[in-house]
């Protein structure tokens, strides 16, 4: 197995995991170990030893952020060896999550013991990482020399700044930002299929920050974008908390893209043909996920961030954050909005138009509405045209009388 990381759990780690555990029963457990290829398959192994006949051993793990433990059964040894192996095909563990596990052992007389719970963390341990860490930022990166690692690590920094303007929160703990050179290796490392056009990825719990950054020429164009871009979403869960998943797309990926040191240059051209060609997306269908498919995707992510870019100049960062308040208390798009600026977001959708595309208001209301008054019509003139006929009908009847 290549470079698999052989965890064992001796005596004297912070863990405590080397120490035998005990029960009234005399049970001992030790050499407690996990190896891994990290996508492929993880050993849990251990020696257990106890005073009374084990009638059944199990396994039970489980993943930071995972609702399920996996219970598998274990077969003791002559030795009291017990192994098992879990393939990762078979279920996914969590990328980068710390997996507690723990050993439940069912002894004659009925008497259950369980282990104390170990962990160990299931990181990326194919490359050969290179490290540069402080109370902020652990950057890793495996391609490109000390100089690239530095200004990736700097640019870090000045990235947090950024994300500082927009969301006031300190970290509670160092984040974990790991640079891979293609996009292929970060779809590859995180299991992921379909979205071959994304280039980064932020997991807001585990505070961990995935970007493709190759270095060369345009490396630090895509270090000031990519890596301010991924802070943005851990900070943003960090500012609040579990309701990070009541946000609406449009204001996550808004904020981070207010926050990249590089905008991208492609934005303002996606934003004027489509302006031109009436195929801005509403906002209120952005509240959810984004399209799919790469134009989509583009222009979802170019209308947010430049719609997010109008209300903080016209809001103030103070409107931003009293947008994340009310739609961390749950409100819907349009009612978030209206109770933290004033307005609903199809207004407040409206006048981003007329002020940064220079639409004709009326002309882009119309279009919204006109589905509507539409509807209303067909609502209003098929039982008007039923009652024509029963009118008709009645007179024929009566003439033929």
């Not at 050969?128 to 950057?139: A, G, H, K, S, V």
């Not at 505070?207 to 851990?234: D, F, K, T, Y």
Request: hydrophobic residues 45%; negative net charge.
């Amino acid at each position: 197995m290549r470079r698999a990381l052989c965890l064992l759990l001796l005596c004297g780690l912070a863990l405590g995991l080397s120490t035998p555990a005990r029960a009234q029963t005399a049970v001992v457990i030790e050499n407690v170990s996990v190896t891994y290829l990290y996508g492929q398959e993880i050993t849990f192994s251990a020696r257990i030893a106890a005073s009374v006949p084990v009638q059944a051993a199990y396994l039970i793990f489980q993943a930071e952020g995972d609702p399920i433990a996996r219970v598998a059964p274990l077969t003791l040894a002559n030795d009291g060896t017990v192994a098992h192996t879990h393939r990762i095909a078979e279920g996914l563990l969590r990328p980068f999550a710390m997996v507690a596990f723990w050993f439940r052992l069912e002894l004659s007389g009925g008497e259950v013991y369980t282990s104390p719970t170990y962990n160990f963390k299931y990181d990326d341990n194919r490359p050969p990482w290179q490290i540069l860490e402080d109370d902020q930022i652990r950057l890793h990166w495996y391609t490109g020399d000390t100089p690239f690692g530095q200004a990736a690590f700097d640019t870090a920094h000045r990235g947090l700044q950024s994300v500082a303007d927009l969301i006031p929160v300190s970290l509670n703990r160092p984040i974990d930002i790991y640079i891979y050179p293609t996009a292929a290796d970060v779809q590859q490392t995180l299991g992921l299929g379909g979205e071959s056009w994304v280039a980064g990825h932020a997991d807001p719990h585990l505070g961990v920050v995935l970007v493709s950054i190759a270095p060369g020429e345009v490396q630090s164009i895509e270090m000031e974008r990519q890596i301010p871009h991924e802070l943005a979403h851990i900070l943003l869960y960090q500012y609040t908390g579990s309701a990070y998943a009541n946000l609406p797309t449009w204001l996550i990926e808004g904020l981070a893209t207010q926050a990249e040191l590089y905008p991208n240059a492609d934005y303002n051209y996606i934003l004027s043909v489509a302006s031109q060609n009436g195929t801005l997306i509403p906002l209120a269908n952005l509240c959810g996920p984004f399209p799919a498919d790469v134009s989509g995707a583009m222009l979802a992510y170019a209308q947010s961030g430049s719609f997010v870019g109008y209300l903080r100049q016209t809001y103030g960062a103070s409107g931003l954050r009293a947008l994340l308040d009310a739609y961390a208390d749950g409100l819907d798009c349009e009612r978030g909005a209206l109770r933290a600026l004033g307005l609903p977001l199809s207004q407040l959708d409206l006048r981003w138009r007329q002020a940064v595309l220079g639409e004709d208001v009326a002309s882009v209301a119309w279009q919204n509405l006109a589905p509507y008054f539409i509807l209303l019509a067909l609502m209003l003139v098929i039982p008007l045209w039923r009652v024509g006929i029963r009118r008709e009908k009645g007179q024929d009847v009566r003439l033929k009388r």
